[in-house]
């Protein structure tokens, strides 16, 4: 089959344009928020070592109320010496317990936030996506992207392996003969026509056929048989972005628990000597 150079050049130049805008308008924007996001967890580093740094001026100042008790009668130094070791044995309890449940309380919020961006992120990816690419083949190349996302399905459909078609038609026999074909977007008729045909081919010419639409698909369709899908929709793409975002998150997160233990048993060995 003869190659049309044209097209060719044509979708090539598409596919660079299209990744100069996804740099442009996307990319920028997630580097700036893992820049503020990182910045903000510097803060709460500093903040915890200036704690430090004032918990343990305040127990040089304990030690050196205790050295001063030393000249007192041992009768009195020995009860203030049991008063004082249980009081700091409190205070240490109290204390670590206050630094556990702000631990967990970060841990949870730090989760949340970290959920709540992702699927913010990944909403917002697929729309720019969508649209973005929608405008380029619209403006370069004269294509209708959602005519494309129909055609693109509809060839995953005609390609579908043999094992797979068997499960399409057994969830079929076993359903009141009911296919939904949901979308994005509002499908023309045309398109509906083949649609049918398509799903008909594949299950039975008594199959009844449904469009509706769903705002929870990326610029995708997808076919329900019973519960069985086939689907093909733009958030399959950025499956990829987002894992590597919640890795990010998750190293940093290890990072920064690895110095909070690091900090604690530091404390703690020092805590223990001077008890000594």
């Known amino acids: 089959m003869a190659i049309d150079l044209f097209t060719l050049i044509a979708q090539i130049v598409n596919f660079i344009i299209l990744v100069l805008l996804l740099r442009h308008f996307l990319f920028r924007r997630i580097v700036r928020v893992m ?32 050295r001063e008790l030393d000249v007192k009668e041992s009768e009195l130094m020995s009860r203030a010496q049991g008063e ?16 556990d449940r702000s631990q967990k309380h970060w841990r949870e919020s730090l989760q949340a936030q970290k959920e709540a961006f992702l699927r913010d992120l990944r909403l917002r990816t697929g729309e720019q996506v969508f649209e973005t690419a929608r405008r380029v083949l619209k403006d370069l190349a004269d294509e209708d992207l959602e005519r494309r996302v129909v055609e693109v399905f509809l060839k995953r459909l005609g390609s579908l392996d043999g094992e797979k078609k068997r499960e399409i038609k057994e969830a079929f026999e076993s359903s009141k003969r009911d296919v939904n074909v949901v979308s994005r977007f509002e499908i023309p008729e045309k398109l509906k026509q083949k649609t049918v045909k398509a799903v008909k081919d594949l299950t039975d010419d008594e199959a009844r056929v449904r469009f509706r639409t769903a705002e929870g698909l990326l610029g995708g369709i997808e076919l329900e ?12 793409y950025l499956g990829d972005l987002t894992e590597k975002m919640a890795e990010a ?3 940093r997160i290890s990072e920064e628990e690895a110095e909070e233990k690091r900090v604690e048993e530091g404390a703690s060995g020092q805590a223990g000597d001077e008890a000594g």
């Open 35 to 66: 820049d503020e996001r990182e910045e903000a967890i510097a803060r709460r580093v500093e903040e915890a070592r200036r704690s430090k740094e004032a918990a343990e001026k305040e127990e040089r100042s304990y030690w050196d109320k205790r």
């Open 84 to 99: 004082a070791e249980e009081m700091k044995a409190t205070l240490f309890r109290e204390a670590r317990e206050d630094v």
């Open 225 to 236: 048989v019973r519960d069985r899908k086939i689907a093909w929709e733009i958030e399959d």
């Open 249 to 251: 998150f998750e190293q």
